[in-house]
């Protein structure tokens, strides 16, 4: 269930996002506005962002504004990001489809509360940020897919075989499966999809993105 957004005169995300030129405003893909209901109750808490992916800082500056007590980090293969880096936004320099990367990358954050796939949009270097990146994930916290049209273009496959929105809709078979189909599922699919669908609450789909929002600490994973 979304938080209740509380009306204040702090600027939307969008309003940020539109400041600052993201492609994620209205102007652009319009994400903002679906992916604020999960992301406003949490806009003065203090908490780690990933974002895989800079460009031209745009949407590191509207998350730091956006949240002014979080730490943010972000993934990009290109040396020249680290001009971004300031108090609040740390720059990690490396391939984000590399798992020894990524994992060293956790082992600095230890736990996020949100994280943001806006890198390559390979199908191989999603499903691998996905792979080692979802298991740091907070309780009620939230993992996006950005630009999923690429997966539907064969040059973004990389060393993949099939996008990896075929294991974001494997994660959603199973989390609405009962009895035999989802014994079945659950020798089919990869551990780790299967150990992701357990500890998610919802999947929401909007054009071109996917939003994850992982269950409260209360809710133990379904083991069935």
Same mark, same amino acid.
């Given at each position: 269930?979304?938080?209740?957004?509380?009306?204040?005169?702090?600027?939307?995300?969008?309003?940020?996002?539109?400041?600052?030129?993201?492609?994620?405003?209205?102007?652009?893909?319009?994400?903002?506005?679906? &992916?604020?209901?999960?992301?406003?109750?949490?806009?003065?808490?203090?908490?780690?962002?990933?974002?895989?992916?800079?460009?031209?800082?745009?949407?590191?500056?509207?998350?730091?504004?956006?949240?002014?007590?979080?730490?943010?980090? #972000?993934?990009?293969?290109?040396?020249?990001?680290?001009?971004?880096?300031?108090?609040?936004?740390?720059?990690?320099?490396?391939?984000?489809?590399?798992?020894?990367?990524?994992?060293?990358?956790?082992?600095?954050?230890?736990?996020?509360?949100?994280?943001?796939?806006?890198?390559?949009?390979r199908w191989d270097h999603v499903g691998t940020?996905?792979?080692?990146?979802?298991?740091?994930?907070?309780?009620?916290?939230? &993992?996006?897919?950005?630009?999923?049209?690429?997966?539907?273009?064969?040059?973004?496959?990389?060393?993949?075989?099939?996008?990896?929105?075929?294991?974001?809709?494997?994660?959603?078979?199973?989390?609405?499966?009962?009895?035999?189909?989802?014994?079945?599922?659950?020798?089919?699919?990869?551990?780790?999809?299967?150990?992701?669908?357990?500890?998610?609450?919802?999947?929401?789909?909007?054009?071109?993105? #996917?939003?994850?929002?992982?269950?409260?600490?209360?809710?133990?994973?379904?083991?069935?």
């Open positions: 269930m979304l938080r209740d957004v509380v009306s204040t005169d702090e600027p939307s995300l969008d309003e940020l996002g539109l400041k600052y030129g993201t492609d994620k405003a209205s102007s652009g893909h319009n994400y903002l506005k679906y &992916y604020e209901p999960f992301l406003a109750a949490f806009r003065h808490e203090a908490f780690n962002l990933i974002e895989i992916g800079a460009l031209a800082g745009a949407s590191l500056h509207m998350w730091r504004d956006f949240f002014p007590r979080a730490q943010i980090t #972000c993934l990009d293969i290109n040396p020249e990001v680290k001009r971004f880096e300031e108090d609040r936004i740390r720059i990690e320099i490396g391939n984000a489809g590399n798992p020894k990367f990524l994992a060293e990358v956790a082992a600095k954050v230890g736990r996020a509360r949100f994280v943001i796939d806006d890198g390559s949009h940020a996905f792979k080692v990146l979802y298991p740091i994930v907070e309780h009620e916290g939230i &993992y996006i897919f950005e630009d999923l049209h690429t997966h539907y273009e064969s040059k973004y496959a990389g060393e993949a075989q099939v996008p990896f929105t075929r294991s974001i809709y494997d994660m959603v078979d199973l989390m609405n499966a009962r009895g035999d189909a989802r014994r079945l599922m659950l020798q089919m699919f990869a551990p780790h999809i299967v150990r992701a669908a357990k500890v998610t609450e919802s999947a929401t789909f909007i054009a071109r993105a #996917c939003v994850l929002k992982t269950k409260p600490a209360r809710t133990a994973p379904d083991e069935g």
